[in-house]
């Protein structure tokens, strides 16, 4: 794939938006307001970091893979996958509807490109990035694997002991992230449940830790994540802990937990996408 | 008074050895084969494969979940990951982990479970789990395989690192007889008929196939011919082989080493009920936790033994039109 521009990664991030809030509106459920506040890291990882073939593999030999942990990101995700050619982009009319590859959380037994495991109970992708990383190094693969989590997936117990192994066994071709938007369904993550000092914790557990502060500003998050890869290889796994808001990119839904969980409705749509510049066409 | 035995063993050992000495060959065999334990090496008999190929095992601590996950990783690239520990923790602490990363992502993740049962003896209820055959026949897409002595694990062991897809692999810890041939074949599914009869079927499971051989020297001597069938696969469940039994000797008993509740006795009970009724005795463990005790007195206790096996053939028989 071509390197393209800032100003183009960024109109991607735009059509993404569009395509999340369309595929939750289009059934009345789904998660849009993560994917919203991911929109320039999934651009950033697909279009510009990622060394990977849409004709998919299931194994990902002599590629980097990602792992979307926080599987209620689909829309997302789907949309990223689709515009970088795995699937057609017309398919995320199915989303979450009957017989589709679009199930309302990733899963693999639909063989939908560029899923390698089922995820949405949360807590599971950094344990299965891990087994990925480590199967590269056996076959010395130097590829990366990347895996991203939310803030609040963190309080579940086993990425704990994902963190505590990945440094134990110096898993050093891992990227990990972490969606830093301080959201949850039920409120704010330090009402939920305080996550407290994330990076001392996770330096704690023998990680490097890689703050990217604007995590919706595509220069800055293009700059954090080949500084992360940067930091690869050195005995250590990396974490990025990435700053962004929840539904960044609509301003009636942006820095709310409100939208983590809802779809707009018509109104709410129309008025959403006129913020949201169709750039590539919608689906 | 000594039982006129159908298979006799001249020794005795435990069925995680089996799966230790399988695993070891399996890896040998393939160099994708990787092990993954979670503190219990030792236990689990992978001791010699870590030896002999420290750069495919991972040790991943006490951390069952994190290792369910990272077996499934490794199937993804590639690998065929067989992820060891104390059945108990290999099941009901790890369900969703199982469930979402390994069966419903179709993954060939080999989850390897030693200290099944009663017979784990001393530990006590905390480790003997009776539910772990139930919860794993549940997931779409899983192999559940529980065989009956080292013999048949090592051979169990070395066909499911040939086989594709998720396999929950059920063995425990006691010394228990060998009595079935060092060079069987494995066949995934396939129902082992090891003793004809015609008056009743005992199908059994794990180490009770021993009993169910005891049982049916008892049965003999009483007149009453019993047929033995050793069901190593509970799912795939090879339906066929038990109707085919059942037609012939017209009533059965089950006996397995777990809870009567979701246990291999009601596999089979589904497959008679909608195909062909006829009285079904269960030997299980009947709606309760274990307790402390050496293997023996716990069967005897629990009503696992040869002689509950021989009352329940009676009870099928008569209850036989």
């Known amino acids: 794939m071509e390197k393209q521009s800032i100003e183009q990664l960024q109109k ?47 194994d990902g030999k002599g590629e980097d893979v990602f792992f979307l942990s926080n599987g209620h990101l689909s829309a997302g995700w789907y ?80 990425v704990w002991e994902a963190a505590m192994y990945a440094a134990h066994h110096k898993v050093d071709n891992l990227i990990a992230t972490v969606d830093y938007n301080g959201q949850q369904i039920d409120g704010p993550t330090e009402k939920i449940m305080d996550l407290l000092n994330l990076k001392a914790k996770w330096e704690a557990f023998g990680w490097e830790v890689n703050e990217i502060k604007e995590g919706n500003d595509m220069k800055s998050v293009l700059e954090g994540l080949e500084k992360a890869k940067s930091l690869t290889g050195k005995g250590k796994p990396v974490l990025n802990l990435l700053y962004t808001e929840m539904g960044f990119g609509v301003d009636f839904m942006v820095g709310t937990h409100k939208w983590h969980g809802s779809p707009p409705n018509d109104e709410q749509l129309a008025k959403a996408l006129g913020q949201l510049e169709e750039t590539l066409g919608d689906y | 008074m000594s039982l006129d035995l159908k298979y006799t063993y001249t020794e005795k050992k435990d069925t995680r050895s089996g799966f ?68 108990n923790f290999a099941t009901g602490r790890v369900y969703d982990q199982i469930r979402q990363s390994v069966a419903y992502s179709d993954k060939n993740v080999k989850i390897c479970a030693s200290h099944a049962g009663l017979t784990l003896g001393e530990d006590g209820a905390t480790h003997q789990i009776l539910e772990d055959l139930g919860m794993m026949k549940m997931l779409p897409h899983m192999t559940v395989i529980n065989p009956c002595d080292y ?22 810890r006691p010394s228990w007889p060998i009595f079935t041939p060092a060079d069987q074949k494995f066949e995934i599914g396939k129902a082992w008929k090891m003793i004809d009869g015609k008056d009743v079927t005992i199908f059994a499971t794990g180490h009770l196939v021993w009993e169910a051989v005891v049982a049916e020297a008892m049965l003999r001597e009483e007149g009453i011919y019993a047929e033995v069938i050793n069901i190593h696969t509970i799912k795939p469940l090879d339906t066929e082989a038990i109707l085919e039994s059942v037609k012939k000797t017209g009533c059965a008993v089950s006996a397995e080493e777990h809870q009567i509740n979701g246990g291999l006795g009601d596999s089979i009970a589904n497959t008679l009920i909608r195909h062909h009724p006829a009285p079904l005795e269960y030997v299980g463990v009947n709606d309760s936790f274990g307790e402390s005790g050496t293997p023996t007195q716990l069967l005897e206790k629990y009503g696992l033994n040869a002689e509950n096996i021989v009352k329940a053939a009676k009870r099928a028989l008569a209850r036989k039109k």
């Open chain 2, 151 to 172: 013999n048949q694990t090592k051979a169990a062991t070395l066909a499911i690192a040939e086989y594709e897809g998720p396999v929950y692999l059920r063995f425990g």
């Open chain 1, 79 to 158: 949309s990223v996958l689709s515009r970088s050619g795995y699937f057609p982009v017309a398919e995320m009319k199915t989303f979450r509807k009957l017989n589709s590859r679009l199930q309302g959380h990733p899963a693999t037994h639909e063989h939908l490109p560029g899923i390698r495991v089922a995820s949405g109970s949360l807590g599971q992708g950094l344990s299965v990035a891990l087994g990925v990383a480590q199967a590269k190094k056996i076959d010395k693969d130097d590829k990366l694997v990347y895996v991203m989590m939310g803030d609040g997936e963190l309080q579940e117990g086993q």
């Open chain 2, 20 to 87: 230790g000495d399988g695993f070891l060959e399996a890896g040998r065999r393939n160099p994708n084969v990787v092990g993954l334990c979670a503190d219990l090496i030792g236990s689990l008999k992978m001791g010699d494969f870590q030896k002999e190929f420290p750069d495919r095992f991972f040790q991943t601590g006490i951390a069952e979940a994190n290792m369910i996950g990272i077996s499934a990783g490794l199937a993804i690239g590639g690998k065929i990951p067989f992820a060891g520990t104390f059945a």
């Open chain 1, 12 to 58: 991607i991030c735009t059509q993404l938006r569009r395509d999340v809030l369309r595929m939750v509106h289009a059934v009345q459920s789904g998660h849009p307001g993560a994917p919203l506040g991911c929109a320039e890291f999934f651009v950033a990882l697909y279009f510009d970091q990622l060394r990977h073939d849409p004709n998919f593999k299931m």
